[in-house]
Structures are given as C-alpha cells and as structure tokens.
C-alpha cells in the first residue's frame, strides 16, 4: 500500500479494506466524492496507469490540500458537494465509473482545527459548516424556535436531554446571542443532570447534531447514494464509510433495497414483478477497523464501511 504523504491533515481510516473493496484496475475509473485530505484519492491514483480519478470535496481548505497531494498523479481534484457527482461527471463527458468512495462526516483536519468551529473542546466562533458558506450553527442555535431546537438533537443527536438542552439556549440568548463554541458546551453541561455527566462529554451529541443540520448531511448523503449508484458502470463498486448509526442505517437500509430481488406478495406462486436484484454485497458484514489502526487512530474506532457491486441499473 502507497505511503500517502502529508497525512497530517486527515488520517484516512480503514485504507487497506477500502483499497481492497474498491478492487482497483489500473486502467479504471474512480470517484473518491469526499477527498478530504487527499490519503484515500492518493492511494487509489496511486495504483491507476492509464486510469483516472476524481476527488470531489465541498471543503476550500480540503481542495487546496488534495490538489498539492495529488500534482502528478493521474486524478483530477474538483470542488463540489459529492450529491452533485453525476452532475460534474456528465459535464465532463466522464462515462460510467467503475468504484466511487464516499468517507461520510467531518474530517480530522475539521475537528482539530479550532476555528472551524465544530470542535466543543477549544472555543472559537460557533461555525461548522464543512463548505464554509450558508448558515452557521450559532445563526441555528440564535433564530430556531425552542421546539425545532430540541427535535434536531434527538432526531440527528439522538439526544435524550433535548428539550432541556434547547430550552437552556433560549434562555440564554434572550440575555445575549450564542456566538462561541464553548459558550455553547458550558450551557449544555450546566443543562445535563449531573448523574449524566459521567460518560461521554455532555455537548458531543448537540455538536454532531448542529453539524447534521448545517450541512444536512443526512440529505446530502441521501441523494448521494443514489446518484453515486447510477454514475457506477455495471460491475463497479460503491464504498461509503460512516461514523455514525444515522448514517450507517441509511446505508445498510438503501444497500438492501438495491439487492433485493422479487417484490411479489408471498402468497403470489409466481413471480410476476420481474425484478431482480440491482446490486450483490461485496461486503458481507460491515468491515470495522482492526486493533493495530484503532490504535494508531482512535478516530478509526466508529468508522464502518460497506460496499456493493452493480449488476445493472436500480429500479426507480
């Protein structure tokens, strides 16, 4: 496996499986629609001769690096939102691709650059927008109602506490506005119960939250699914790596429909519907990350990936 150099902004996660589900062909074709960094286009580019990749991102910040990472290798670094992958490749003229990765959420270099805002350990403004443009959190947590508040931390947080979390953000900004990220953390520890406090730090759920909702990444992800599975050649494989159940469920749930074959009713003595399935597993059981990565990135330690090959185009 290439050595991906400058791996500092984003350590990419589960690099050998991906590698290996992908199945690369030299001469092949290859999306990878989150490129983050870089580390897993660098690694697919790597293996192609006469192929091509191209490294898709919404983030400023992740074009510039993957762009210097990437100089010399056969890949083309475009930024765009990776929903529209179908748009950018037709106006290209780019003919069915034969692997497309999708690494869902925020990456490395996101967290761990304070000003960004999605961290709730450093304080800087309260941000999180992954294409740095549209809405903020802080204009979320300043104008939504108490009861929109609450419903995106249990829907995209899984929160428990939300109505209580999103009542204390209303108090507090009748008093002043919610600008910074510790600002906002503070207020939800003071919420939490402090019997509750013990696990994990008491904002990681609201942050994901905001996250999710800023850059409707459940949406996004969505229609990416879809338009990913028809930019696919038929024998090319989908891989998209989550972090978390929401993501992870959507998933598993729109990879099952794709393999399903006959719809008929169970009692029907025939099939009458046709169908056939779309899609066949490449993955059997979602492939996690083993003990030496989960040690040299914790990070690595919620990432699962699936994947599937097509066998001909998806039922609309």
């Excluded at 450093?122 to 204009?139: F, I, N």
Aim: charged fraction near 25%.
């Amino acid at each position: 496996m290439p050595k991906v150099p400058g791996s500092g902004y984003h350590l990419p996660v589960l690099m050998a499986p991906v590698l290996d589900v992908l199945a690369v062909k030299p001469d092949g074709l290859y999306v990878d629609g989150t490129a983050g960094g870089g580390g897993h286009s660098f690694a697919i580019a790597s293996q192609l001769t006469t192929g091509h990749l191209y490294a898709l991102d919404q983030d400023p910040d992740a074009i510039k690096v993957a762009s210097e990472r990437l100089s010399g290798l056969p890949a083309t670094v475009i930024r765009t939102n990776f929903e529209y992958m179908d748009t950018v490749l037709a106006e290209r003229g780019i003919p069915p691709v034969d692997g497309i990765l999708l690494d869902i959420g925020v990456s490395s270099h996101q967290l761990d650059d304070a000003s960004r805002g999605f961290s709730y350990h450093e304080d800087a403004p309260l941000d999180m927008r992954m294409s740095q443009s549209g809405v903020t959190a802080a204009e979320l947590c300043n104008t939504l109602s108490e009861e929109a508040l609450a419903d995106i931390f249990f829907r995209y947080g899984e929160e428990k506490f939300s109505r209580r979390i999103a009542a204390a953000i209303v108090r507090e900004r009748a008093d002043r506005p919610i600008e910074t990220t510790l600002q906002l953390a503070e207020l939800i520890k003071a919420a939490y119960p402090a019997a509750a406090r013990r696990d994990k730090h008491p904002a990681r759920r609201v942050f994901q939250a905001l996250r999710i909702e800023v850059n409707d990444e459940l949406g996004c992800l969505s229609r990416a699914l879809d338009r990913a599975f028809d930019s696919l050649a038929v024998g090319g494989r989908l891989a998209v790596i989550t972090f978390h159940s929401l993501e992870d469920r959507m998933v598993k749930t729109r990879f099952a429909a794709w393999r399903q074959g006959c719809v008929c009713p169970p009692e029907s003595p025939v099939c009458v519907c046709g169908r056939t399935p779309a899609a066949s597993a490449v993955t059997r059981k979602p492939v996690k990350a083993d003990e030496q990565e989960l040690e040299n990135n914790p990070r690595s330690r919620s990432a699962v990936l699936r994947c599937v090959e097509k066998l001909h185009e998806r039922y609309q």
